[in-house]
């Protein structure tokens, strides 16, 4: 491999974990969201269908999602579920009704069926991890503070596997064209505090 093709796989990495990242900013506690989706008439039952909505939406868009991304190759479609995660995100700041977070949960979901894991080749599987995450609150008067930990035994896992096909030996004659796994490292050990007021 060039040092050009080694500088531009390591700049795509850097890209893909600073997506990551970035997606991740997006997913809010469910001790914030609860009380934002409270700030705007939102009841539990409400929230329990958006939840529902959500889910529903990623079910349903996952074969047409991984058909587009089959057709159109994985990178366009990890730029469309991201711009998807974006849009869906800006929807729920603006957002002040039920419809409102409705439409935010459906185009969330429609993003999330683009990121979400495709088959391993070979029938292959990733390792099964267990991660456990807290959150402790506390509500006095019109201050919601609450503490969120991610990841809380710092358990090294592979948040994102790949499969796709890649030769790093020099150029000495026919490369491979089978697919090799590659792993993105998991967060480890992260601290959240929100801090809410309510009006």
């Known amino acids: 491999m060039s040092g050009k093709e080694r500088s531009r796989v390591a700049e795509n990495v850097k890209k893909l974990m600073w997506s990551e990242l970035l997606l991740a900013s997006f997913i809010f506690p469910i ?11 939102v009841g539990i039952g409400d929230a329990l269908l958006l939840q529902v909505a959500f889910a529903v939406a990623i079910i349903v868009l996952e074969v ?10 994985r990178r366009p479609a990890l730029i469309l579920g991201a711009v998807c995660a974006f849009i869906g995100s800006i929807i729920y ?10 439409a935010a949960e459906l185009v ?16 292959d599987s990733s390792e099964a991890v267990s991660l456990l995450d807290a959150t402790l609150g506390l509500l006095w008067g019109p201050l919601d503070l609450s503490l969120d930990a991610f990841n809380l035994f710092d358990v090294r896992y592979g948040a994102v596997e790949y ?5 790093w030996s020099p150029n000495d004659g026919v490369r491979s064209r089978l697919p090799a796994r590659h792993l993105a490292a998991g967060a480890p050990l992260s601290l959240m505090v929100n801090l809410g007021i309510r009006l």
Do not use: K, Q
Not at 35 to 40: F, G, Q
Not at 93 to 102: G, H, N, Y
Not at 163 to 167: E, I, M, V
């Open 31 to 41: 001790s914030t969201i609860m009380s934002y989706w409270e700030a705007h008439g």
């Open 64 to 73: 047409p999602s991984g058909y587009i991304a089959d057709v159109l190759g």
């Open 93 to 102: 700041v603006a957002a002040r009704d039920f419809a409102a977070f409705l």
């Open 108 to 123: 969330l979901g429609l993003g999330f069926s683009f990121l979400s894991p495709r088959p391993l080749p070979y029938g």
């Open 163 to 167: 499969s796709y096909a890649s030769d």
